[in-house]
């Protein structure tokens, strides 16, 4: 029988807030936010991004405190990324794979702090190691060579995985580079260091703000278009995701989020493994400017963004509103 009105009225469950709350069909915890923090050298240091206004760089106590901070509010992991040095960066970025890098000290100081109760997650990338800002190694015509790139993010995974890291997560979109990885991992015993994929990562306008963060904007030369997705392919974006999790990941990621809510929803339908979105610097930057232009409240906006992601099939977010968004989801 077709559901008609009167007999039928849809409004009813949406009448009292309690029947609204029993039939919601998505529901969002603190549990399914990742908190991603930026570090500097110093102590007791903090520097304003500018271009992200309410997040600052830490340095590694800052980023200790911070940790203990999503504990306490039930968010289950944190991502980390380092502005390195100036005098640490070079064409190679071998700065990546020290074993006592800003990086590597950062993961030791939160583990020791708050033990296995928090997730870490680090980024494996060169583009906060090297002075031109790609990330990966550069040719002599300035294209990005994969398999070399490929072998150095190796060493870099690995030194995070001694360090202490939980997840190391590939945003640098080389080939193959999931494999190896994994095979690195295997052979070192380190088992359980789970890898979540950057797998379908696009060329975005939406990154600006995370450069400055890493101070790798104002270096780069180029653009990655070479590694990183078209915006407008979204099987090409399939397939690198089912790569990815043939040679390995235990999760992928799909970054930016908002704009591409439409391959979230299709990995979600097509693959069986968790599926992160990446709120990313100039969404939450639009936020914040909104905010301040009167066009919205904050907390209204940034949960709407936020429950979309989660309907169209995400296991979890990154987002720099995490202790925001875990209040208002804690009550």
């Not at 015509?141 to 190391?168: F, H, K, M, S």
């Not at 359980?192 to 104002?218: C, E, H, L, T, W």
Request: net charge negative.
């Amino acid at each position: 029988m077709t559901a008609s009105y009167p007999a039928t009225r849809l409004r009813r469950t949406r009448t009292a807030a309690w029947s609204r709350a029993l039939h919601r069909e998505t529901v969002m915890t603190s549990a399914d936010l990742i908190w991603p923090l930026f570090v500097i050298e110093g102590k007791g240091a903090e520097e304003p991004v500018a271009s992200l206004p309410g997040v600052s760089r830490w340095s590694i106590d800052g980023i200790v405190a911070r940790a203990k901070e999503a504990v306490e509010l039930g968010i289950p992991a944190i991502a980390l990324f380092p502005n390195t040095p100036d005098a640490k960066r070079s064409e190679d970025g071998a700065e990546a794979y020290n074993s006592d890098n800003l990086m590597c000290r950062t993961i030791r100081g939160v583990r020791d702090a708050v033990g296995g109760d928090l997730g870490i997650l680090t980024d494996v990338a060169l583009d906060p190691y090297t002075t031109h800002g790609q990330d990966g190694l550069l040719d002599a015509r300035g294209y990005v060579v994969n398999d070399d790139t490929v072998a150095v993010l190796v060493d870099q995974a690995v030194v995070q995985a001694e360090a202490g890291a939980d997840i190391v997560a590939p945003s640098d979109m080389m080939d193959g580079r999931v494999h190896a990885i994994r095979m690195a991992l295997e052979m070192g015993g380190h088992h359980n260091v789970q890898i979540m994929a950057y797998s379908a990562k696009f060329a975005s306008a939406f990154y600006g703000p995370f450069r400055d963060a890493v101070g790798s904007g104002d270096r780069l030369k180029g653009d990655k278009k070479s590694y990183q997705l078209d915006p407008a392919n979204g099987d090409e974006a399939m397939r690198e995701i089912a790569f990815d999790i043939a040679e390995g990941a235990d999760s992928v990621m799909v970054k930016p989020g908002l704009a591409y809510l439409d391959v979230i929803a299709r990995a979600r339908a097509r693959f069986d493994v968790p599926i992160f979105a990446y709120q990313v610097s100039g969404e939450y930057a639009l936020i914040e400017a909104g905010v301040a232009a009167g066009v919205g409240e904050r907390e209204p906006l940034l949960m709407e963004k936020l429950i979309a992601f989660k309907r169209a099939g995400c296991a979890g977010i990154l987002t720099y509103h995490a202790p925001l968004a875990a209040r208002v989801l804690n009550g």
